[in-house]
DNA sequence: AATTCGGGGTT
DNA sequence: AACCCAGAATT
């Protein structure tokens, strides 16, 4: 018995043991409900996702209702869930197999790369879970489950260690005759059991054959290069009001909150309008938004603007700092 | 190879 | 305040 089939049939039983039953896991799973699902949970906690699936999947509930969604109508759905080009991608993804595939998502990792918003991670998901093949999913759990067994220090945010681990849960997953199961189970693992601060080594079926467990190094792994301090950027909003309708604006596909609807933007403070509210700083991963909301004049704003009730406004995908805005403010 | 895409939960 | 989450596209 090698290391990797050691590994593996522990994992399949932990997860046998401990699998969350979640909407989109069924005896057989759907193919357009579980590509649904991984997108949506791209980066995103179970918990915070699953309530986005139930509603999109209500909404659009096959590939053809996706394809001929109203892309305000999705971006409206997927309001505070964030990262919207990744709703903006799964309907061009959508489009694509109904023009390319008959409807019916491809059954292979490698078709399935060629759909748009579908990378490695989520072709491996969707080709095991799905159609049993055997291909390693790499997500964040993955790296630190892997990382601390086998003892690996390559950086999971390089180009060599996305390469090494991959190749790695590709040796893990070889041995199996669950594909679906041992996919699923390694991120279980890592979600509930083997989790970055408090992992619970003292129960873990694997601490003896445990690489970091039996070095010291649990803490330690896995080992992330450190990126830059997140930028600072100043939002000053036009808030327009007449007849109780607003002025919003449909942002381009560029940049953050790519295709969503916000108030105009100012280029300063106003000369003429007044601050609604004290300034709001919004964190992004990456960057500090300090926005502030001006009562101003719809003379004092540009561009292709257009002016809804808050009840239309809110059949539209707007950030979440908007959307609470228009929710309690308006 | 680096950067840029959100927002919320945990520690 | 830092880290992380069932990552992918772009530059």
Redesign the pocket.
């Known amino acids: 018995m090698d290391r990797f089939n050691t590994f593996r049939i522990s994992i399949e039983a932990f997860y046998r043991a401990h699998k969350?039953d979640?909407p989109?896991?069924k005896e057989v799973p759907v193919p357009y409900e579980v590509w649904l699902?991984?997108?949506i949970?791209?980066?995103?906690?179970?918990?915070?996702?699953t309530p986005y699936f139930e509603k999109i999947l209500a909404a659009f509930p096959s590939v053809e209702a996706l394809a001929g969604a109203e892309e305000d109508h999705l971006l409206a759905l997927w309001?505070?869930?964030?990262?919207?080009?990744?709703a903006r991608?799964l309907q061009k993804?959508a489009k694509q197999i109904v023009a390319d595939f008959d409807g019916q998502l491809p059954n292979s990792f490698a078709e399935l790369?060629t759909?748009?918003?579908?990378?490695?991670?989520?072709?491996?998901?969707i080709a095991s879970i799905c159609f049993k093949e055997k291909i390693g999913?790499?997500?964040?759990?993955?790296?630190?489950v892997l990382s601390r067994y086998f003892g690996i220090e390559t950086p999971i945010?390089?180009?060599?260690g996305q390469k090494e681990f991959q190749a790695l849960a590709n040796e893990c997953i070889a041995g199996t005759k669950h594909p679906d199961l041992y996919?699923?189970g390694?991120?279980?693992f890592?979600?509930l059991h083997c989790?970055?601060?408090?992992p619970h080594c003292m129960t873990c079926p694997i601490a003896d054959s445990c690489h970091a467990h039996n070095s010291g190094t649990v803490l330690e792994l896995?080992i992330?290069?450190?990126?830059?301090?997140?930028?600072k950027e100043t939002i000053h909003f036009g808030v327009v009001e007449r007849e109780n309708l607003v002025a919003l604006k449909k942002r381009g596909t560029?940049?953050?909150?790519?295709g969503?609807y916000e108030f105009p933007r100012l280029n300063d403070a106003p000369e003429q309008g007044q601050l609604m509210a004290e300034p709001i700083v919004?964190?992004?991963?990456?960057?500090d938004?300090y926005c502030s909301f001006w009562a101003v004049s719809e003379d004092e704003i540009s561009g292709d603007f257009n002016f809804y009730s808050k009840p239309e406004a809110q059949q539209l995908g707007?950030?979440?700092?908007i959307?609470?805005f228009v929710a309690k403010k308006l």
Do not use: F
Not at 115 to 125: E, V
Not at 254 to 258: L, T
């Open positions: 969350r979640l989109w896991r699902s991984e997108i949970l791209q980066q995103t906690r179970v918990a915070q996702g309001t505070g869930l964030g990262y919207y080009n990744r991608n993804g790369l759909i748009k918003g579908i990378g490695p991670y989520t072709a491996a998901a999913v790499v997500d964040g759990n993955v790296y630190r945010n390089s180009s060599s996919n699923q390694i991120m279980e890592g979600a989790t970055p601060k408090k896995p992330k290069l450190k990126k830059g301090k997140r930028s560029d940049s953050i909150w790519a969503l919004h964190k992004l991963s990456h960057k938004l707007m950030p979440i700092i959307a609470d």
